[in-house]
């Protein structure tokens, strides 16, 4: 079991930047991969930044080049930093692990996997990041 607590979201302007950070604990050296999702509300589920099991890390398209994922492995700690913000980047924000071994060899990785098979790994509660024009 591992259990993930999110924090540092909140609200920001247009352009603005936010640190989410997620501590883990439990059996988090037995996972797969670990990230970031987020749903905007009315929307599915999307990945936004995976640290993947071979020690890559994954961003979908749209925040490449504004986010960056960092992992501490002595702390079981992950850091989202967001910069540059827009409207479209408002949404909840999860902190997710793989915990099937499938997500390995997924094409596109535990980014992918973890979002067609949520029932497949650990997630957080989420926190809200809201972005305003």
């Known amino acids: 079991q591992v259990a993930l607590q999110e924090s540092g979201g909140g609200s920001v302007q247009s352009g603005g930047s936010l640190t989410l950070s997620c501590a883990a604990s439990g059996s988090a050296s037995r996972t797969y991969c670990m990230g970031w999702f987020r749903q905007p509300q009315g929307k599915t589920r999307e990945g936004v930044a995976v640290?993947?099991?071979?020690?890559?890390?994954t961003y979908t398209d749209s925040v490449k080049g504004r986010f960056k994922l960092t992992t501490d492995n002595t702390k079981n700690l992950l850091t989202l930093e967001m910069n540059s913000l827009e409207t479209e980047d408002k949404a909840m924000y999860f902190c997710?692990?793989?915990?099937?071994?499938?997500?390995?060899?997924?094409?596109?990785?535990?980014?992918?996997?973890?979002?067609?098979?949520?029932?497949?790994?650990?997630w957080g509660q989420g926190t809200q990041v809201t972005v305003s024009p």
């Open positions: 997710a692990t793989c915990a099937s071994h499938a997500a390995r060899k997924f094409s596109g990785g535990g980014l992918r996997f973890l979002a067609l098979y949520p029932e497949t790994g650990y």
């Open positions: 640290s993947e099991s071979d020690g890559s890390t």
